[in-house]
């Protein structure tokens, strides 16, 4: 499992509904709960937090150099 650092990109690796995520979304990862969870904040384009989630260390991973960036509208309503 890959260790993180505050500041790092990572990837979501499944759906989150709830909170308007979808997997493949970026984020970045604003705290570490050692060993196993980090807290990741996801930002619209503009640079609006949309929410930030504590996740364990397998819900994400790093971002790798073939990764390609992709625009949608976030989700209406949220939290």
């Known amino acids: 499992m890959p260790r993180f ?3 790092d990109t990572v990837v ?3 759906d ?3 909170a308007g995520l979808r997997a493949g979304d970026l984020g970045a990862v604003v705290h570490v709960y050692a060993p ?3 807290e990741v904040e996801f930002v619209t384009a503009a640079g609006r ?3 930030i989630q504590t996740l364990g260390s ?3 991973r790093p ?3 073939d990764d390609l960036l992709t625009v949608r509208p976030a989700v209406r309503g949220a939290a």
């Open 49 to 51: 937090t949309l929410t």
């Open 58 to 60: 397998g819900e994400v």
């Open 16 to 18: 989150r509904p709830d």
């Open 12 to 14: 979501l690796l499944n």
């Open 36 to 38: 196993d969870a980090v």
């Open 63 to 65: 971002v790798r150099d």
């Open 5 to 7: 650092a505050e500041l």
